[in-house]
């Protein structure tokens, strides 16, 4: 970006301060939406407007301008007959700036809607031009660091973002119907506990001790089963110190729903029904493209087993061990370092063996999965080396994870001691007061995990994970 550009800019700033005019404006009252404006059109009705200056034209003693707001654009005619003293502020604008005009409403000879301006404002002088072509803004790496000029540039992004809050608000309002009450659990945490994962770790001084951003809320979520609430979601955000790639950042937002007295197959069919009324509603059809292919979402979704897959493909039944995985899966070409594998990685690799097997036409349930990858899960009467779990795949990704909840606290200790032992990665103690919670007693009941980040990219068609959070995490300049 040139200096001189931006020392030009200056200069009409100063301009308009020595003319007494602030160039950093204070309330401005809007009548509308530029939206609103253009579909109630009525000729001559008064309107005060105010956006972002995205296009200039001179014609003599009269001017033509585009602003923009959040929904539209709108036409500005300046004219000096009008403006009088007021008409010579068009030469301290620039495009970029932000601006309020009064005036009336008519249409051109081309029947463009435009404000017949009166009064003109300077709400805030912009003292950056925008990149070259901002108005169609392809640097990655731009639009990622500086999100705002990516907004101020693609209309197609603000859209994006605009559907990913549609849907959180519809996911409110759905279970919000069904008689379930929104909390909130913290954010910091004394143990790194309620799932697979790398914590972040921080420490609290005043306390002396270390804590842990959560890496899920599941735990303190069933203490409230336990203290009666029966029906409870949080839309949260979580953290896991790992790897960053199209589908993980390192902060990302779950919905985590939990129901007494169900159980996974419960969930499973709740699931369906939640994310195929958030496709319908927000593209209007159960059947949307993503990555060249056609996924249906009418129900009922196609169920694949785990345990029966794992065996066919590479031999591995519920009577191996960890280290016996590692060496069935390294026979089949599955590339895996050293001959032990901690149960993070292991459901890591597992879950990239499965995704593309869910690939087809319609979102794909595994079920059956090995008792042994499930500490928090109840296990099936009939068989306990098979959990009561279910996870969705849509084109290949991860979207939810399910289990009917185990409250048998004394097998949910030997279930945490296990771990321990074969993980160490994650966590190093056992939450002993969630242990202490179950002996209270919880109900019988089943929780629901669903990644918004990426159900937000399967609904706006978005390929990376940077495309529907608004600050992802980058590498540092």
Not at 107 to 118: A, H, L, P, Q
Not at 246 to 255: A, I, Q, V
């Amino acid at each position: 970006m040139s200096d001189d550009l931006i020392a030009i800019r200056k200069k009409k700033l100063e301009a308009l301060r020595e003319a007494g005019i602030m160039p950093f404006g204070s309330r401005f009252e809007k009548t509308d939406t530029f939206l609103n404006i253009r579909s109630a059109f009525e000729e001559g009705r008064v309107v005060k407007a105010a956006g972002r200056l995205v296009s200039l034209r001179e014609h003599g003693k009269s001017v033509f301008c585009d602003i923009k707001d959040h929904t539209e654009k709108l036409q500005l005619y300046l004219k000096k007959d009008n403006l009088g003293e007021a008409f010579a502020l068009k030469d301290s604008l620039d495009i970029g700036d932000i601006i309020g005009a009064e005036g009336k409403l008519f249409k051109t000879r081309t029947g463009e809607i435009t404000v017949e301006v009166s009064s003109l404002t300077v709400l805030a002088k912009s003292m950056r031009p925008l990149p070259e072509k901002w108005h169609g803004l392809k640097d990655v790496e731009t639009r990622y660091r500086q999100r705002y000029l990516d907004l101020i540039a693609n209309d197609d992004v603000r859209k994006i973002f605009s559907i990913r809050s549609r849907i959180i608000t519809q996911i409110r309002r759905f279970f919000d119907e069904r008689g379930y009450m929104e909390v909130e659990t913290p954010m910091l945490q004394p143990l790194a506990g309620g799932a697979a994962g790398r914590p972040f770790k921080t420490h609290h001084n005043v306390y002396d001790k270390d804590l842990y951003l959560r890496i899920a809320p599941e735990l303190y979520l069933k203490r409230l089963l336990v203290g009666g609430f029966e029906r409870v979601y949080e839309i949260n955000k979580s953290f896991r110190n790992e790897g960053i790639s199209p589908r993980h950042n390192p902060e990302f937002t779950m919905l985590e729903v939990y129901t007494a007295y169900a159980d996974y197959n419960d969930l499973l069919s709740l699931t369906e029904e939640l994310i195929y009324n958030l496709v319908k509603d927000m593209t209007g059809k159960a059947k949307i493209e993503y990555k060249g292919k056609e996924i249906d979402f009418t129900p009922p979704w196609e169920r694949i087993s785990f345990a029966n897959l794992m065996k066919d493909l590479y031999g591995i039944t519920t009577d191996d061990k960890l280290e016996t995985w590692v060496e069935k899966l390294k026979k089949k070409g599955v590339e895996i370092e050293g001959t032990k594998i901690s149960r993070t990685k292991l459901i890591n690799i597992i879950a990239d063996l499965i995704e593309p097997k869910s690939g087809a036409g319609k979102p794909v349930f595994v079920v059956d999965y090995f008792t042994e990858l499930c500490p928090l899960a109840k296990t099936k009467a009939d068989d306990p080396a098979i959990s009561e779990r279910f996870e969705l795949y849509i084109s290949g990704i991860e979207i939810a994870n399910a289990y009917s909840e185990l409250n048998n606290p004394i097998e949910q200790k030997e279930r945490f001691e296990e771990q321990l032992k074969v993980d160490k990665e994650t966590s190093d103690s056992i939450d002993e007061d969630y242990v202490r919670a179950l002996e209270y007693g919880m109900p019988p009941a089943a929780g629901l995990g669903i990644g918004i980040d990426r159900l937000a990219m399967i609904i706006t068609g978005q390929e990376s994970i940077r495309d529907v959070i608004l600050f992802p995490q980058l590498k540092p300049e």
